[in-house]
């Protein structure tokens, strides 16, 4: 990424230092039904640092698309607090987390959810339109970056239909890197993708988070175990593995090392 136009001069909010990007302190998120009030995330403290790669795992129900949409600050919580790049999310008015949210957070869908009467380079420009930060001049050759960068720059003039699943998948992260966010987003990206597929798909996120992105992506255990993503684990709501805390604990010999 790095020959793209960097939008964002600085990744960490100077004014926190090196604290976390994404910081959840507390934060509980209960969903108000006709049957009453349904507590789907409850007390969940979490940092992830800038550049980490993060995989949310755990069984259909348990909250994780919850708790990314609380991380990408596309939901607010009910209680506690979410800071994201700088910006309290969980005090912050709709109207302004709007157009924060097109310039700090990209979001690829399970789906790919392109627009199907635009064809692919359109559909990755279409980002830069609404947030306007990219010239006008300058954003077909971006795109065309962007779709280099992740293998489909030879379907640029075709229309979505006509590209297979993972190709599609592809586009849809171009478009999702349009306004080079700090942080990428994914809801089973690769829920709708052969193995195959879905490996490659999770080697250009890790190739990515490599490269400065921070990138939290809800997925199966099996994806990730070989990836070395930090791996958190949800049940009922609850935070109840973090493999980050494993590398907490500094073995002595490290230690040792670290003072000589
Ligand atoms: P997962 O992504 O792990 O399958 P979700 O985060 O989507 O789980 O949902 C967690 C729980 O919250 C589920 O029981 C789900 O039915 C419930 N839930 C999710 N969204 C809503 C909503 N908008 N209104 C009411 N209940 C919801
Ligand atoms: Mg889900």
Known sequence: MQQLVALHANRQDPARGSGPL???RGVSKIYETPAGAFTALSDVDLGIQAGEFVAI???????????LNLVAGLDRPTSGEVVIAGTPVHATGEDRLAGWRGRTVGVVFQ??????????IENVMLPMDFDGRV???QRPRRAQRLLERVG???QADKLPANLSGGQQQRAAISRALANDPPILVADEPTGNLDSQTA????????????????????THERDIQRRGARTL????????????AAFAEVPETMEAQSHA
């Open 22 to 24: 994404i910081d959840l």
């Open 57 to 67: 795992v755990g069984k259909s129900g348990s909250g994780k698309s919850t708790l």
């Open 111 to 120: 789906f790919f959810q392109l627009l199907p009467t635009l064809t692919v």
């Open 135 to 137: 010239p006008v001049r």
């Open 152 to 154: 489909v720059l030879e």
């Open 199 to 218: 490996d490659a798909i999770l080697d250009l996120f890790a190739d990515l988070a490599a490269s400065g992105t921070t990138v939290v992506a809800v």
């Open 233 to 244: 684990k949800i049940a009922d709501g609850r935070l109840i593995d973090d493999s980050s």
